[in-house]
Structure formats: C-alpha cells, structure tokens
T-cell receptor, first 110, second 115 residues
Framework: SQQGEEDPQALSIQEGENATMNCSYK?????LQWYRQNSGRGLVHLIL?????REKHSGRLRVTLDTSKKSSSLLITASRAADTASYFC??????????FGRGTSLIVHP | GAVVSQHPSRVICKSGTSVKIECRSL??????MFWYRQFPKQSLMLMAT?????????EQGVEKDKFLINHASLTLSTLTVTSAHPEDSSFYIC???????????FGSGTRLTVV
C-alpha cells in the first residue's frame, strides 16, 4: 500500500521561483527519500533524510522532516526549466523498500 | 556511482506472446532487486522483491505465474511477462539498493505496449 502522499499533485511556476512540495506519511519510518522522474524515464535519487534529522541540504534542494507531524517538504530554490519533472517521496521502514506516493508534477516555465 | 541498466527501454509485442526485461547492476552486486509497475501519472507500485538465488517475493495481487522473476546472479534480475495482454501495457522499473547509504538506484524503465 502507498505510504507517502505528495502535495500538491501539480505545481506550475516561473523560472527563478522556488518550488515547495510536501509529503505526508502514515507509519513510523527510518528514513525518507525524495526522487525525481522525468517523463517516461526511471527515477533519480535526490536526497535521503534520516528520522533523527530535521533538515538537509543538497545544492538547490532543501528537505525538512517533521516526524511528529509525519511530514516532509522538498524545496527547490531558483528553479530552472530543467527541473520540470515529477517528484516522489518514498519512506523506508525496517525493510528499507521504498514505498512511493503519487508524486508532484512540477512544471517550470522558462 | 551505482548504475542500474535496464533493457529494453521500449517494447511492443503481440497479445499472447512473452516479453523479458533485464535489469543489471553494472558496478555493484545487488543481492536484492525490486520490480515496480507504473501506470500513467500514477505512483510506482512494488510488484516483487527479487532475491539472488531464491524465489521472488510477490506483493499481494501480483500474479507470480504471469510475471516471472529470475535473479540468477548478483548482477542480473529478469522479469518475464508471460502471455501478455493489452492490460499488461505499462511502465516497468527495476531498482537495486546501492552500496552507499540507503538510496536505491533505479533503472531507466521499460515501456511495454501489448497490441
């Protein structure tokens, strides 16, 4: 069954703007991962945040994790047209098998 | 970095035929690989967990006789869609846990169209 649920389902912004996507999950986790998928392609692992971490940065990406609210957010700063893709969160429990939400479809207009 | 190669990227087959999809870990050994199915604009649904040298573990609702998985070596897992029907048309993606941290490396996916 699905674990993470992303919000919003679709996001359309202009280049240079920031994009924020949220992910909510239901059960306890060991870690949460964000992935990116370009249309018709496989997934690319972006960042992993462990349950004892609250915030993590990687380039223009900033991920936060609030285990009390069972939620995470992915912020892409200074977005580019090349950031257009679908973004998924996946939670890893004891088995560490990623369980995905429906994803957020991000469109960045040049 | 860890690379997973998946072939073919696209395949069109006739109803009733079988199609094999290969998933290879190129620079690491993957004792466990995973197969997902994705419908258009939908999430990835885990189909099965493939363990090297043993039988795959299928998720509830996935027909093991329909989707044959073989993981004969530490670098290769195959998914065979047997007696394919149009409803099997989908995007299939494999993944393997890479050797660094807990990230998973995904293949580029296979677009299967059954006509």
């Amino acid at each position: 069954s699905q674990q993470g649920e992303e919000d919003p389902q679709a996001l359309s912004i202009q280049e240079g703007e920031n994009a924020t996507m949220n992910c909510s999950y239901k059960t306890s986790i060991n870690n949460l991962q964000w992935y990116r998928q370009n249309s018709g392609r496989g997934l690319v692992h972006l960042i992993l945040i462990r349950s004892n971490e609250r915030e993590k940065h990687s380039g223009r990406l900033r991920v936060t994790l609030d285990t009390s609210k069972k939620s995470s957010s992915l912020l892409i700063t200074a977005s580019r047209a090349a950031d257009t893709a679908s973004y998924f969160c996946a939670t890893g429990g004891g088995s560490y098998i990623p369980t995905f939400g429906r994803g957020t479809s991000l469109i960045v207009h040049p | 970095g860890a690379v997973v190669s998946q072939h073919p990227s696209r395949v069109i087959c006739k109803s009733g035929t079988s199609v094999k999809i290969e998933c290879r870990s190129l620079d690491f050994q993957a004792t466990t690989m995973f197969w997902y199915r994705q419908f258009p604009k939908q999430s990835l649904m885990l189909m099965a967990t493939s363990n090297e040298g043993s039988k795959a573990t299928y998720e509830q609702g996935v027909e093991k006789d329909k989707f044959l998985i073989n993981h004969a070596s530490l670098t290769l897992s195959t998914l065979t869609v047997t007696s394919a029907h149009p409803e099997d048309s989908s995007f299939y993606i494999c993944s393997a846990r890479d050797s660094v941290g807990y990230g998973y490396t995904f293949g580029s996916g296979t677009r299967l169209t059954v006509v």
